[in-house]
């Protein structure tokens, strides 16, 4: 698994702002595979983890657009499943654009290794949007 909380995606001490859209997702980590792990997995394949590497980068601020995982609970009454908690950046998205939204934070972290079960459960859309 490629360490994507040493990567960035996972910030414990991340403050939350009101321009973020949030996401919570339950999720079930590949045997071995540690929680925070797997929910910064999630935030780097939703978000930056993905994007190939261009001479353009140098004028892109990557980390200004990476998703931070901040939070990660255990469900209750589950001994392998836990809630992932996740901000991105309003700026990462196409204005106005549901559906780029949802493609991005939906549609590309279903089928990587880090991950043996996920859904998304909740999304805080802020009012910016």
Known sequence: VIPYAKMGYWDADYVIKDTDVLAMFRMTPQKGVDPVECAAAI??????????VVWTDLLTACDLYRAKAYRVDPVPGTTDQYFAYIAYELDLFEEGSLSNLTASIIGNVFGFKAVNALRLEDMRMPVAY
């Open 43 to 52: 935030a780097g394949e939703s978000s930056t983890a993905t994007w190939t």
